[in-house]
C-alpha cells in the first residue's frame, strides 16, 4: 500500500502518526532532549521548518479551515504551507523511529489533561490494563497534552479548572456556552492552527501505533493534526479512539466524527454520540474505565475488615474527598458523630488534603466510635467493599467503583454540566440517594443503619448488578486490535472525511 497518496486515496479511518523520532521509548532523555536528538538523527523539526512570518503561516492556516459536521475532520482543504512546511514523506521520515522499535512491541499514546482526577486515573486505568493483559507487548505513554505539548497560554489553561469548579457559576456558564458544536468546533478549529507545531513534534515524538484520547478536549486538535499530516503524507494512518470518561451527561466535545472508535460507558452516552454524527458502528458501550483491582475477587466482607483493622460487626460509611479531600468531610464527620455515633464506624479518604488528615485524627469522637482516616490509598477496591454505604461527589469514577463493589451511595455534590445526570442516575436505578447538607447526610446514613436496613441490603443488590467490572479489559482488548490492525476497521473513513 502507498502511503504518500493523496488523501483520498488513503486506506484508513484515523492519521497515522509513524514519526522520525529514531529514539527508544526507554531514554530517558527530556522532552527537550529528545527533540533536539529528532534534529540529530535527521527529522526535521518544528525550528528547521518555520516560516520566517510565523503570523502569516497562522492565518494562512486558519483561512483555510473549515468546520465541517461534528467540528470537522478535514480543516485543510489544500497545504497552507507549502513547501516551506514540507516534511520527508512517512517511510523515509519514520526509517529511524522503525530502526530503534522493539520487534513486536506497539507504541499506544493516551492523550489526558490533569483537570480532576478523572482522566488521569482512567489514563492509568487503562496503561495497567495493557500491562496485565499483554505484558511488554504495548509501550503505553501518557501524556499530558495541554501542559507538555502545547504553547503558551494554552499550557496554562489546565491550571484554571480547580478555581472555575470552585466557583460552580463560572464552570456552568463556560461549560454550557462551548457545548453546541459551532462553538466548541470553531475554538478548536482557532486551537489547533496556534497549536500546531507543537501536537505534531508530539506525535513524532512519541510515534505511536494507536492513539487513545480519555478528555473531551483531546479529539478535535490532534485529529485535524494528524489528518492533515496524513494530506502531506508523512505518516501512514493508525488507529484513534475516545474513551468517554463521563458517566451520562457529556460535553459534545467528546465525540468526533473522524475517530475509529468511541467507547462509552452508558447507552445515554452512546445517543449522544449518535446526536453529534457518529455512526453505531462507531461507538462501543462497554463501560467505565476503572482501576483493575475492582475486577478482582475479593474475600468476604468479615474477612476484609478483620484485614483492615475495623470492627466486624458495626454498620460502615466511607467518605470519599477525590484527589484534594474537598466535599465538606469534616463537618459531615462532625455530623455522623453527633448522630449516629458509635453505632457505626466510618473511614475518611482525604486524597492529598493532609491537614484535613491531621485535623482528623486529632479529633475527640465518642466513645465507641472508630474512625478510619487515609490519605491516599491503593487499596480503595478492599476499603469500599468493606463498608456499607459510600458518601462521595457525583463523580462519575467513585460511582463505577461503587457499583461494582456493590456499595449504595449517597451523593453530595457534582460539577455543573458533566456530573449533573449521574444524580439522576443513581436515583433512578435506586441505588441511592442525594443530600448536600451534612445533617441531612448524617440523617441518611442513620437511617439505613437502622431503620431502612432492607432497603440498604436491595440498593446493594441492585447496584452490584450494574456494576461491570469486565469493562475495562474488554475496552483494552479492543483497543489492542487496533494497534495491531489499523486498517481492518472503518477503512474508507479517514479518506472520506478528508476528501
Not at 456499607?388 to 456493590?406: F, H, M, N, S
Request: proline share 6%; glycine share 10%; with cysteine.
Amino acid at each position: 500500500m502507498d502511503f504518500t497518496q493523496s488523501a483520498t486515496g488513503v486506506s484508513g479511518r484515523s492519521g497515522g502518526l509513524d514519526g522520525p523520532d529514531g529514539l527508544s521509548r526507554g531514554s530517558t532523555l527530556s522532552c527537550t532532549g529528545k527533540l533536539r536528538a529528532l534534529s540529530k538523527h535527521g527529522a526535521t523539526t518544528q525550528g528547521s521548518r518555520r516560516p520566517s512570518n510565523q503570523v502569516g503561516r497562522w492565518l494562512r492556516r486558519f483561512g483555510g479551515a473549515g468546520i465541517a459536521a461534528g467540528g470537522g475532520a478535514g480543516f485543510l482543504p489544500f497545504d497552507p504551507l507549502g513547501t516551506a512546511h514540507a516534511a520527508r514523506p512517512w517511510p523515509l521520515s519514520a526509517l529511524g523511529g522503525f530502526l530503534t522499535k522493539k520487534t513486536g512491541v506497539k507504541r499506544v499514546l493516551i492523550l489526558m489533561s490533569n483537570t480532576g482526577g478523572g482522566h488521569k486515573a482512567s489514563a492509568d486505568a487503562l496503561k495497567s490494563g495493557f500491562e496485565q493483559l499483554y505484558r511488554g507487548k504495548y509501550e503505553i505513554n501518557v501524556v499530558d497534552l495541554w501542559m507538555e505539548h502545547t504553547p503558551y497560554p494554552f499550557n496554562q489553561l489546565p491550571k484554571t479548572y480547580s478555581f472555575l469548579v470552585n466557583n460552580a457559576w463560572m464552570w456552568r456558564i463556560l461549560y454550557f456556552l462551548s457545548n453546541p458544536r459551532f462553538m466548541h468546533g470553531s475554538g478548536m478549529a482557532m486551537a489547533a492552527t496556534i497549536c500546531y507545531d507543537r501536537v505534531s513534534e508530539c506525535i513524532e515524538l512519541y510515534n505511536p501505533d494507536l492513539i487513545i484520547s480519555v478528555h473531551p478536549l483531546m479529539q478535535h486538535v490532534p485529529m485535524r493534526v494528524l489528518i492533515d499530516r496524513m494530506r502531506r503524507g508523512v505518516q501512514k494512518p493508525i488507529a484513534f479512539a475516545t474513551v468517554v470518561t463521563d458517566f451520562t451527561t457529556c460535553h459534545n466535545s467528546w465525540f468526533h466524527p473522524g475517530v475509529t472508535q468511541c467507547f462509552v460507558p452508558t447507552e445515554f452516552c452512546a445517543e449522544l454520540a449518535k446526536r453529534m454524527n457518529l455512526k453505531g458502528d462507531q461507538i462501543t458501550v462497554h463501560g467505565l474505565p476503572i482501576r483493575p483491582d475492582f475486577s478482582k475477587s475479593l474475600p468476604a466482607k468479615a474477612t476484609l475488615r478483620k484485614r483492615l483493622g475495623m470492627d466486624k460487626e458495626k454498620p460502615a460509611v466511607l467518605l470519599v474527598g477525590g484527589g484534594e479531600g474537598m466535599g465538606k468531610l469534616e463537618q459531615i464527620v462532625d455530623a455522623i458523630a453527633a448522630e449516629v455515633g458509635s453505632s457505626c464506624q466510618v473511614v475518611v479518604i482525604c486524597g492529598r488534603n493532609t491537614k484535613l488528615v491531621t485535623k482528623l485524627e486529632e479529633r475527640e469522637y465518642p466513645e465507641g466510635m472508630r474512625v478510619f482516616v487515609n490519605g491516599f490509598v491503593n487499596n480503595m477496591n478492599e476499603w469500599m467493599s468493606a463498608c456499607d454505604a459510600v458518601v462521595t461527589k457525583a463523580g462519575p469514577g467513585t460511582i463505577a467503583e461503587a457499583l461494582i463493589c456493590g456499595t449504595p451511595i449517597l451523593l453530595n455534590g457534582f460539577v455543573p454540566g458533566q456530573e449533573e445526570g449521574n444524580i439522576p442516575y443513581v436515583l433512578d436505578n435506586k441505588v441511592g440517594a442525594f443530600e448536600r447538607q451534612p445533617n441531612g447526610i448524617a440523617n441518611v446514613i442513620k437511617d439505613w443503619f437502622t431503620a431502612k436496613q432492607d432497603i440498604l441490603k436491595e440498593m446493594s443488590q441492585r447496584a452490584k448488578s450494574l456494576g461491570r467490572p469486565e469493562a475495562l479489559f474488554r475496552i483494552v482488548e479492543d483497543l489492542a486490535r487496533f494497534a495491531d490492525h489499523p486498517f481492518l476497521y472503518h477503512q474508507t473513513q479517514v479518506a472520506t472525511q478528508m476528501a
